[in-house]
């Protein structure tokens, strides 16, 4: 069965920090994995895109990496802004049938 | 150029009423598709349609209606309304539903059915 899994569900750091958000994905045959940012009230947006080849993609402080082996991806917030929070979500996609398989996201919470 | 454009962006529907939520994009992209969120859940695929007339099921396709005239509309309408449909649904669109291609999502529709 096509899966993703994140972790943790919820995080709260202090303005400043960095974090890790995680994601296992069980999708076959895989084509590429996706973080997205969804703020309150507001539909997801892109942050990365990677394939199978791709171990690393950086956008700004967000940088994302693949492990295609273990089949597990991070996404790494640097110097969190009172902005970022918001809930991250990890999609994988398959090659066949058009469909993205959604995790259900981390809620991150920056803090003053 | 507008991106996603989605509306009501709020609507009150009692069991049993139909509705269609409206869903565009100037973008020219072949892939549409709706989801529904729900609290504690991933989206869920509603329908997706690879082009102008193309309309296929996804996850949970049942109680939903849609159709794809054009390449730029795909509307979702909900023939009998239940409780459960109760959701914020998103439709996004994206060149391909496969491959690399960025997928933009719309501000959202929040239903509630009472």
């Known amino acids: 069965k096509n899966q993703v899994e994140q972790s943790p569900q919820s995080l709260i750091i202090l303005e400043g920090k960095n974090c890790t958000l995680q994601?296992?994905?069980?999708?076959?045959?895989?084509?590429?994995l996706r973080w997205y940012k969804q703020d309150t009230g507001r539909g997801p947006v892109s942050l990365t895109i990677m394939t199978f080849s791709e171990n690393t993609k950086s956008n700004g402080r967000y940088t994302a990496t693949l492990d295609a082996d273990t089949k597990q991806s991070s996404l790494h917030i640097t110097a969190s802004q009172l902005s970022d929070s918001a809930s991250y979500i990890c999609v994988g996609i398959s090659n066949t049938g058009n469909q993205f398989y959604f995790g259900t996201g981390t809620s991150l919470t920056v803090i003053p | 150029n507008a991106g996603v454009t989605q509306t009501p962006k709020f609507q009150v529907l009692k069991t049993g009423q139909s509705m269609t939520l409206q869903c565009a994009q100037d973008m020219n992209h072949e892939y549409m598709s709706w989801y529904r969120q729900d609290p504690g859940m991933g989206l869920r695929l509603i329908h997706y349609?690879?082009?102008?007339?193309?309309?296929d099921q996804g996850e949970v396709p049942n109680g939903y209606n849609v159709s794809r005239s054009t390449t730029e509309d795909f509307p979702l309408r909900l023939l009998s309304a239940a409780p459960s449909q109760t959701s914020v649904y998103f439709c996004?669109?994206?060149?391909?539903?496969?491959?690399?291609?960025?997928?933009?999502f719309g501000p959202g529709t929040r239903l509630t059915v009472t």
């Open positions: 996004a669109s994206s060149k391909s539903g496969t491959g690399g291609y960025e997928q933009y």
């Open positions: 994601c296992n994905y069980t999708v076959s045959p895989f084509s590429n």
């Open positions: 349609s690879v082009g102008a007339g193309i309309t």
